[in-house]
């Protein structure tokens, strides 16, 4: 049935700037096109929205949130308990303010509302849309996906990475301020401003928040860029009020001890040698838009919000992507960028010894000075950067909430983009599989002087390298090194060192108790690769009765994913007697999966070739249960290939 007249909408996403933006922009827009009536926004206390959304004149109510991903167990544990209590917050707001659509940006303050609007879809007859501004989202937005109407997505790649397949790229919705072409004459603005009419200026923010090594690096590089001829910083210190880290209170004294009596702590300027004022910090730029306008070069994080505002306003960036966040989105965000030549990027480095993350300030100037004395490369960056935007995005995001709130499905994105890291990824693995495939000879060579080297990196991706190593040259001698990190190496890393044992030549000593710890892991993964290693070994593992009620238990368990069930069920034939197996296999004769049913399929014909199914009369009855139908678009049927592989292993003489 078609809405007419606005309707009343929740806005919810939050933590920084970078998620609250997004939802007031779209809000801007709701309300321009007459979708958008009444708006509340729920939030966190104590957060970016609880400074910038009141300015904005819109409502807000808080709900209890926090974040998944980066915590042991036990801290996700909490999470989940505080974002239940969330949830059960959040259907109070969602019960009293009775909307017809939720629009989500992300950050895990929006998690507990998307859970209540999906739980009250029914009664209140809402629409939740979700929109998605990093290039890879973080695990609870991946996870909101699937509870979405529908994913506005402002990377083109970003339907790899997310779960639902409602996805529309619309680009990244900036504010209004962003895409008004003001009467303001460039001069003007920057007398009005405050900003000497013919110097470079630099525009220095780490967001809503602040960003601790963006503020302590540039603290230490002004030195040096005082001694810039025409140069003026401006320099946003950040919102960040906490125990952790306060912008304000760690950056003056970092800047006084700098600089020296050339700062002046009270008004936050700075002079340079010849006495010109170059540097002013302000705690927050609520009027950013007109900084942004204003300067020649931009300096901050790489969250989406602050790519896009770069794209539409043209303005040459240096990104500083916050390392280690969910999925490393901000390092995918700036480096998609600069694949287009769109900005540049400067990493931020992992802190050692305890010490915080840090950017290296004599490379933060240089790159500040060598884009401050060459305007021509300036020029290309801002025309890159303006090449890139997407000015449609409002539009095409308002007219496709419309056509929800009318009931009738957008056209969502069809085009899955692989993103180039994802193929660079891909090429060393071919590389592992080159080293598997062919004699020894030079590379092999060459990679065995790498094991060790790779194996002692302190980063996690150097780390993985060695361990995809060990298992493509069987390194038998390592193999201890990888049974020993299963206990202390991220998720990843415990997959692929399991993988790398099962390409072990024979079953080594510690083989059995690793593949008990990887059926029990968390990470689904590690227990599917835990049953490769049980099933390229079966007589030495199968032999363990530990492993056998380990296999047994995964296969049973409905909570399981379909890959590990469907990997259980293939070793289950390996490692079980057949009285066990059988009755195992009963029940997925007549799974709804499909895959699961393959999987049956494949133990049987294993099972009737190794001579370890002997009852044919039993096989035969439990093949005639069997369902071959299968829901995919394929002329090929699978699932009926092998159907027929089993009736023919059944029909072939037993060994």
Same mark, same amino acid.
């Given at each position: 049935?078609?809405?007419?007249?606005?309707?009343?909408?929740?806005?919810?996403?939050?933590?920084?700037?970078?998620?609250?933006?997004?939802?007031?922009?779209?809000?801007?827009?709701?309300?321009?096109?007459?979708?958008?009536?009444?708006?509340?926004?729920?939030?966190?206390?104590?957060?970016?929205?609880?400074?910038?959304?009141?300015?904005?004149?819109?409502?807000?109510?808080?709900?209890?949130?926090?974040?998944?991903?980066?915590?042991?167990?036990?801290?996700?544990?909490?999470?989940?308990?505080?974002?239940?209590?969330?949830?059960?917050?959040?259907?109070?707001?969602?019960?009293?303010?009775?909307?017809?659509?939720?629009?989500?940006?992300?950050?895990?303050?929006?998690?507990?509302?998307?859970?209540?609007?999906?739980?009250?879809?029914?009664?209140?007859?809402?629409?939740?849309?979700?929109?998605?501004?990093?290039?890879?989202?973080?695990?609870?937005?991946?996870?909101?996906?699937?509870?979405?109407?529908?994913?506005?997505?402002?990377?083109?790649?970003?339907?790899?990475?997310?779960?639902?397949?409602?996805?529309?790229?619309?680009?990244?919705?900036?504010?209004?301020?962003?895409?008004?072409?003001?009467?303001?004459?460039?001069?003007?603005?920057?007398?009005?401003?405050?900003?000497?009419?013919?110097?470079?200026?630099?525009?220095?923010?780490?967001?809503?928040?602040?960003?601790?090594?963006?503020?302590?690096?540039?603290?230490?590089?002004?030195?040096?860029?005082?001694?810039?001829?025409?140069?003026?910083?401006?320099?946003?210190?950040?919102?960040?009020?906490?125990? @952790?880290?306060?912008?304000?209170?760690?950056?003056?004294?970092?800047?006084?001890?700098?600089?020296?009596?050339?700062?002046?702590?009270?008004?936050?300027?700075?002079?340079?040698?010849?006495?010109?004022?170059?540097?002013?910090?302000?705690?927050?730029?609520?009027?950013?838009?007109?900084?942004?306008?204003?300067?020649?070069?931009?300096?901050?994080?790489?969250?989406?919000?602050?790519?896009?505002?770069?794209?539409?306003?043209?303005?040459?960036?240096?990104?500083?992507?916050?390392?280690?966040?969910?999925?490393?989105?901000?390092?995918?965000?700036?480096?998609?960028?600069?694949?287009?030549?769109?900005? @540049?990027?400067?990493?931020?480095?992992?802190?050692?010894?305890?010490?915080?993350?840090?950017?290296?300030?004599?490379?933060?100037?240089?790159?500040?000075?060598?884009?401050?004395?060459?305007?021509?490369?300036?020029?290309?960056?801002?025309?890159?950067?303006?090449?890139?935007?997407?000015?449609?995005?409002?539009?095409?995001?308002?007219?496709?909430?419309?056509?929800?709130?009318?009931?009738?499905?957008?056209?969502?994105?069809?085009?899955?983009?692989?993103?180039?890291?994802?193929?660079?990824?891909?090429?060393?693995?071919?590389?592992?599989?080159?080293?598997?495939?062919?004699?020894?000879?030079?590379?092999?060579?060459?990679?065995?002087?790498?094991?060790?080297?790779?194996?002692?990196?302190?980063?996690?991706?150097?780390?993985?390298?060695?361990?995809?190593?060990?298992?493509?040259?069987?390194?038998?001698?390592?193999?201890?090194?990888?049974?020993?990190?299963?206990?202390?190496?991220?998720?990843?890393?415990?997959?692929?060192?399991?993988?790398?044992?099962?390409?072990?030549?024979?079953?080594?000593?510690?083989?059995?108790?690793?593949?008990?710890?990887?059926?029990?892991?968390?990470?689904?993964?590690?227990?599917?690769?835990?049953?490769?290693?049980?099933?390229?070994?079966?007589?030495?593992?199968?032999?363990?009765?530990?492993?056998?009620?380990?296999?047994?238990?995964?296969?049973?368990?409905?909570?399981?994913?379909?890959?590990?069930?469907?990997?259980?069920?293939?070793?289950?034939?390996?490692?079980?007697?057949?009285?066990?197996?059988?009755?195992?296999?009963?029940?997925?004769?007549? @799974?709804?999966?499909?895959?699961?049913?393959?999987?049956?399929?494949?133990?049987?014909?294993?099972?009737?070739?190794?001579?370890?199914?002997?009852?044919?009369?039993?096989?035969?009855?439990?093949?005639?249960?069997?369902?071959?139908?299968?829901?995919?678009?394929?002329?090929?049927?699978?699932?009926?290939?092998?159907?027929?592989?089993?009736?023919?292993?059944?029909?072939?003489?037993?060994?």
């Amino acid at each position: 049935m078609k809405r007419s007249g606005p309707v009343r909408v929740v806005l919810t996403g939050g933590g920084t700037g970078g998620h609250v933006y997004p939802a007031l922009a779209l809000h801007e827009a709701l309300v321009e096109a007459g979708i958008a009536g009444e708006s509340l926004y729920l939030g966190i206390r104590g957060r970016a929205e609880e400074v910038i959304v009141p300015r904005h004149g819109l409502r807000l109510g808080f709900v209890r949130a926090a974040p998944v991903a980066g915590s042991g167990l036990l801290g996700k544990l909490r999470a989940g308990v505080t974002i239940a209590g969330g949830v059960l917050q959040a259907i109070g707001h969602l019960l009293r303010f009775r909307p017809k659509l939720v629009v989500a940006t992300g950050g895990y303050a929006s998690a507990p509302v998307v859970f209540a609007a999906f739980l009250l879809r029914p009664w209140l007859g809402l629409r939740i849309v979700l929109d998605e501004q990093n290039l890879a989202p973080g695990l609870l937005n991946k996870a909101a996906s699937l509870l979405a109407d529908l994913v506005l997505v402002a990377f083109r790649e970003t339907p790899y990475f997310v779960w639902s397949t409602r996805c529309l790229f619309t680009g990244y919705p900036v504010r209004a301020a962003y895409r008004e072409v003001g009467e303001e004459e460039p001069a003007a603005l920057r007398r009005r401003l405050g900003v000497p009419e013919e110097a470079t200026l630099v525009v220095v923010s780490g967001g809503s928040l602040g960003s601790r090594s963006i503020n302590r690096a540039l603290a230490a590089a002004l030195p040096a860029l005082a001694e810039v001829p025409g140069l003026f910083i401006v320099h946003g210190l950040g919102l960040a009020r906490g125990p @952790e880290y306060d912008a304000v209170a760690d950056s003056l004294p970092r800047l006084a001890a700098a600089l020296g009596e050339r700062f002046d702590a009270a008004s936050r300027t700075a002079r340079n040698a010849a006495g010109e004022l170059f540097y002013r910090a302000t705690e927050y730029f609520h009027d950013f838009a007109d900084w942004q306008r204003a300067a020649d070069l931009v300096v901050g994080r790489a969250g989406a919000g602050a790519l896009a505002e770069t794209m539409a306003l043209g303005r040459a960036m240096i990104a500083v992507p916050k390392r280690g966040l969910p999925g490393d989105h901000q390092e995918l965000n700036a480096v998609a960028l600069a694949e287009e030549g769109a900005v @540049e990027v400067l990493f931020e480095r992992a802190g050692l010894g305890g010490e915080v993350d840090q950017v290296p300030a004599e490379e933060l100037a240089a790159a500040i000075v060598a884009l401050a004395n060459d305007p021509e490369r300036r020029a290309r960056l801002a025309a890159r950067a303006r090449a890139l935007d997407t000015p449609e995005s409002a539009r095409l995001a308002t007219e496709a909430i419309r056509l929800l709130l009318a009931g009738r499905e957008p056209a969502t994105t069809s085009a899955i983009v692989e993103p180039a890291f994802v193929r660079f990824q891909r090429q060393y693995d071919s590389l592992v599989a080159h080293l598997e495939a062919t004699p020894r000879g030079l590379y092999h060579r060459l990679y065995d002087a790498k094991v060790d080297e790779y194996l002692a990196a302190g980063d996690e991706a150097t780390v993985n390298r060695g361990i995809k190593l060990v298992g493509a040259l069987r390194r038998a001698d390592r193999y201890p090194e990888l049974i020993a990190g299963l206990a202390r190496w991220p998720g990843f890393l415990r997959r692929n060192a399991l993988a790398a044992l099962a390409k072990a030549e024979r079953c080594g000593e510690g083989f059995a108790a690793a593949a008990e710890r990887g059926l029990g892991d968390s990470y689904w993964e590690v227990r599917r690769e835990a049953l490769a290693l049980i099933l390229r070994f079966p007589a030495e593992l199968g032999a363990v009765p530990a492993l056998g009620r380990g296999v047994e238990r995964l296969a049973g368990r409905r909570r399981e994913g379909f890959e590990v069930r469907g990997a259980a069920l293939r070793a289950a034939v390996a490692v079980l007697d057949e009285r066990r197996f059988l009755a195992l296999a009963a029940p997925f004769a007549t @799974e709804r999966s499909v895959r699961l049913r393959e999987a049956l399929l494949d133990a049987v014909a294993r099972g009737l070739e190794s001579g370890r199914l002997r009852d044919r009369m039993a096989v035969r009855l439990l093949l005639e249960r069997v369902v071959v139908t299968t829901s995919e678009f394929s002329p090929s049927f699978r699932i009926r290939e092998r159907f027929l592989a089993a009736a023919r292993a059944l029909e072939e003489e037993p060994r």
